[in-house]
C-alpha cells in the first residue's frame, strides 16, 4: 500500500521547478549509513535538474522567509483593520438608508390601495370596481416585490467580527498558522496566500511568488498613510 507523505512534504503539489516548471515531487531517501533524509526533487523527464535533491528543511525553511514577507508591519496592519471596518459600517449604513427608502415606497403604496378601496365603496358602477380591482392587484404585487427588496437590503450574515476576524488573524501573521505543523493548516495557508505555484531554483531559492489579492491590497496600502491616518484609525487588536 502506498505511503501517504503529504504530511511530510507540505509543499509537495505546491512548488514547481523554476527551470520545467513541473510540479516538484518529493521523498525520503536512505544514505549510505541507512539514515533517511527528506528531499524534495524534479522529477521531470528532459529537465535538466531532473532527480538533483534539495533538502526539505532548506526549502521549507526559505518558504517560511517568504511567509514573513507576507507578514504587514503593525502599523499598517492597523490601518487596513480599521479602513476595512470603516467600510463595513459605511455599508450597514447604505443598507439601511436602502431600507428606509423601501419602507417609504411601501407606506406610498398602501395608502394608494386604501385610497382606491375607499372609491370602491362609494361607486356603483361595476365596470369601474373591476378597474379598480385590478389596480389594487397590481399595487399588490408591487408591495410584496418591495418587501422581499427592504428584506434582502436588511439581510445580515453576521458581525464584522464574526466575518472578518479570523481572516485578519490569517492574514497577520500566516508563518505563525504555517508554523503549527498541521498539514490542514498548512494546506490553508498555501491555498489562501498564493494565486499559483512557487516556481523554486536550488541556486537562487523561490522567484518571486503571486500572492494572493487580499495580500497584494494590503501591499498597495502606504506606509505613509498610516502617519497621516493614526490620530484617526480605531486601534483594533489583529
Avoid at 21 to 34: D, E, L, Y
Avoid at 90 to 102: D, E, F, G
Avoid at 211 to 218: G, I, R, V
Wanted: aromatic fraction near 10%; charged fraction near 30%; include cysteine.
Amino acid at each position: 500500500m502506498r505511503v501517504d507523505v503529504s504530511a511530510d512534504f507540505p509543499l509537495r503539489g505546491a512548488i514547481a521547478c523554476a527551470c520545467c516548471g513541473r510540479p516538484f515531487t518529493a521523498s525520503w531517501c536512505r544514505s549510505k549509513t541507512g539514515e533517511r533524509h527528506p528531499y524534495y526533487l524534479c522529477f521531470t523527464k528532459g529537465c535538466e535538474r531532473r532527480n538533483k535533491h534539495i533538502r526539505r528543511d532548506l526549502v521549507e525553511r526559505q518558504f517560511v522567509a517568504i511567509l514573513d514577507t507576507l507578514t504587514p508591519a503593525p502599523k499598517l496592519f492597523t490601518l487596513a483593520h480599521a479602513m476595512f471596518k470603516d467600510a463595513w459600517t459605511q455599508r450597514m449604513a447604505q443598507a439601511k438608508a436602502v431600507a428606509k427608502t423601501y419602507e417609504r415606497e411601501i407606506a406610498k403604496v398602501e395608502t394608494q390601495i386604501e385610497g382606491l378601496l375607499d372609491r370602491i365603496v362609494d361607486t356603483t358602477s361595476q365596470s369601474v370596481v373591476t378597474a379598480y380591482e385590478k389596480r389594487i392587484h397590481s399595487l399588490e404585487r408591487s408591495k410584496v416585490a418591495l418587501e422581499e427588496k427592504r428584506a434582502r437590503s436588511t439581510q445580515r450574515h453576521g458581525t464584522f467580527e464574526e466575518l472578518f476576524e479570523l481572516a485578519f488573524g490569517f492574514l497577520s501573521n500566516p508563518s505563525k498558522i504555517w508554523n503549527l505543523g498541521r498539514i490542514e493548516c498548512q494546506k490553508l495557508v498555501l491555498k489562501l496566500a498564493f494565486c499559483d505555484r512557487l516556481e523554486y531554483a536550488p541556486e537562487t531559492g523561490f522567484r518571486t511568488p503571486k500572492t494572493s489579492l487580499p495580500f497584494n491590497m494590503l501591499g498597495n496600502v502606504s506606509p505613509s498613510k498610516c502617519e497621516m491616518a493614526d490620530s484617526e484609525c480605531v486601534r483594533f487588536d489583529p
